[in-house]
């Protein structure tokens, strides 16, 4: 088999469990706190309002409307304060998130790099190499529980610190990221970026 298809024995490992808005509480918490890197897999990427710590507790804007505010806003604060931030996802982002990206210019010179790779369809959210999420939920608000009760996706997943389950998730992550599968990718010749090419790219440039 190859890196990409295996089974490993099973192994005690100490995992919280989240569902619903469960993955906003320990996800965007955990984000928000990232001191070194944030890296994200995702199918779906679209724009994600968290809310805005910056207001006093209890605060509203006018109309009586809690106070919001684009995740793409922390990620760039996080970026520049050097936090290396990794996105990779298979569609193309939503609108919304384009025009939101779009207007951070942090976020237009790179401090936020997105990859895509139309078989990506692991979801994984990991901080500073010592924090991992794996489950069911896309980098949307329905999914990671932000939007309402009413309208948020039943959604369930883990959470764990497990050195072993990290080593194994983030070494994934990096050979797809850096297009390790792409030579022998059966959808290669429809990709308009093969992985493998941007990463030589990257290095060349």
């Known amino acids: 088999m190859s890196d990409f298809d295996f089974v490993r024995e099973p192994a005690q490992v100490r995992a919280g469990l989240v569902a619903g808005r469960g993955h906003y509480e320990s996800i965007i918490s955990a984000v928000r706190g990232a001191q070194t890197s944030v890296w994200v897999a995702t199918a779906n990427l679209k724009e994600l309002m968290v809310e805005d710590h910056r207001?006093?507790?209890g605060r509203r804007r006018r109309h009586g409307r809690p106070a919001y505010r684009s995740i793409l806003e922390e990620l760039e604060e996080l970026a520049h304060r050097g936090v290396e931030i990794r996105i990779l996802h298979a569609s193309p982002p939503s609108?919304?998130?384009?025009?939101?990206?779009?207007?951070?210019?942090r976020l237009v010179?790179?401090?936020?790099e997105l990859r895509t790779c139309s078989r990506v369809h692991l979801?994984?959210?990991i901080i500073d190499g010592v924090f991992m999420y794996l489950g069911s939920?896309?980098?949307t608000g329905a999914g990671l529980g932000a939007k309402g009760e009413g309208r948020r996706n039943f959604e369930l997943g883990l959470t764990t610190d497990d050195e072993d389950w990290l080593d194994e998730v983030q070494a994934?992550?990096?050979?797809?990221?850096?297009g390790a599968p792409c030579a022998e990718c059966r959808f290669r010749d429809d990709c308009e970026m093969p992985l493998s090419d941007l990463e030589v790219q990257r290095r060349v440039g």
């Open 55 to 57: 207001v006093r507790p």
């Open 95 to 105: 609108r919304p998130f384009r025009r939101t990206f779009d207007r951070l210019p």
């Open 109 to 112: 010179a790179g401090a936020v």
């Open 123 to 125: 979801k994984t959210v």
């Open 137 to 139: 939920a896309n980098w």
């Open 172 to 178: 994934l992550y990096v050979q797809i990221w850096g």
